[in-house]
């Protein structure tokens, strides 16, 4: 079996992302419009796309993605946690 990463030292396998970048961020949460009102609350880089992608088997939760150009790691990182720190939103990946 093949490695599809390698190390070069004893740090983790991390891939190469150059900044500014578009990045996509799935958000599931229960309902559309608290989706788009928590987006909007916590984004104000424009351009933004938000557009829909599931519904759960049972209409009880919607998934989203997100996406925005992030212009640093730490803002990447910024934008998940403020999403996922949202009581409105379930899970961000």
Sequence with gaps: MMKMFQRADSGPC???ITYPCRWQYTIIGESRAD??????QHIRE??????D???SRN???ISMNLEV???SEEQRRELYT?????PTIKVVL
Excluded at 35 to 40: D, G, H
Excluded at 46 to 51: A, D, K
Excluded at 82 to 86: D, G, K
């Design 14 to 16: 991390r891939p190469k």
């Design 35 to 40: 989706i788009c009102q928590t987006v909007r």
């Design 46 to 51: 424009e351009p933004l796309q938000l557009t």
């Design 53 to 55: 992608s599931n519904v």
């Design 59 to 61: 209409g009880r939760y």
């Design 69 to 71: 150009t992030v212009h």
């Design 82 to 86: 403020l999403l996922a720190a949202h």
